[in-house]
T-cell receptor, first 115, second 116 residues
Framework: DADVTQTPRNRITKTGKRIMLECSQT?????MYWYRQDPGLGLQLIYY???????NKGEISDGYSVSRQAQAKFSLSLESAIPNQTALYFC??????????????FGEGSRLTVL | AQKITQTQPGMFVQEKEAVTLDCTYD???????LFWYKQPSSGEMIFLIY??????QNATEGRYSLNFQKARKSANLVISASQLGDSAMYFC?????????????FGAGTRLFVKA
């Protein structure tokens, strides 16, 4: 089983619908992230969380919200999906602390299409 | 603000030859980390190599090496003896402190094509 699991892996929805992407991890990492990938733009940070009580906006947080339900779970919500939110979404984790490199461990991605 | 720039949208290399993928970065932080990740056509993100800003030696991992030139703020990835399986997207990334704390940002990526 994957250490970082994203559900659903693929989702097609309509404009205006509420969508939740879920991420769970068994790595025991305290830090979790949501990234969005669009062709030609690399990965852009949406939100990140360094522990259950810590949520931070990334580069492109407008139109998104997150919930850190537990150390192992970090969900991304699109309250009212729009077509330009069609993208590949990645959840990632990392270990905190000064001696760690901050390497990101990624889920397999969730491909979202908004019609 | 932090920024990562990859200026090569696509690169071709002949199998068994070496290739360099360019990456420049901008940060006012003294302590930061630089990463390269590989994304094959299957879509997963694979960590390749890491270089810390205080590391004096260039990082190496098997056929991958990171050519770190701190004064030029560049962190180029060198792949030696290219293989067909190296065909993929490659992303340069930097972890550093910005408003809101430490976070990792990515460049736009370079798509590498290895020719037989």
């Amino acid at each position: 089983d994957a250490d970082v699991t994203q559900t659903p892996r693929n989702r097609i929805t309509k404009t205006g619908k509420r969508i939740m992407l879920e991420c769970s991890q068994t790595k025991g990492h305290d830090r979790m992230y949501w990234y969005r990938q669009d062709p030609g733009l690399g990965l852009q940070l949406i939100y990140y969380s360094f522990d259950v009580k810590d949520i931070n906006k990334g580069e492109i947080s407008d139109g998104y919200s997150v919930s850190r339900q537990a150390q192992a779970k970090f969900s991304l919500s699109l309250e009212s999906a729009i077509p330009n939110q069609t993208a590949l979404y990645f959840c990632a984790t990392s270990v905190g602390g000064g001696q760690n490199t901050g390497e990101l461990f990624f889920g397999e991605g969730s491909r979202l299409t908004v019609l | 603000a932090q920024k990562i720039t990859q200026t090569q949208p696509g690169m071709f290399v002949q199998e068994k030859e070496a290739v360099t993928l360019d990456c420049t970065y901008d940060t006012s932080d003294q302590s930061y980390g630089l990463f390269w990740y590989k994304q094959p056509s299957s879509g997963e993100m694979i960590f390749l190599i890491y270089q810390g800003s205080y590391d004096e030696q260039n990082a190496t991992e098997g056929r991958y090496s990171l050519n770190f030139q701190k004064a030029r703020k560049s962190a180029n990835l060198v792949i030696s003896a290219s293989q067909l399986g190296d065909s993929a997207m490659y992303f340069c990334a930097m972890r550093g402190r910005d408003t809101g704390g430490f976070k990792t940002i990515f460049g736009a990526g370079t798509r590498l094509f290895v020719k037989a």
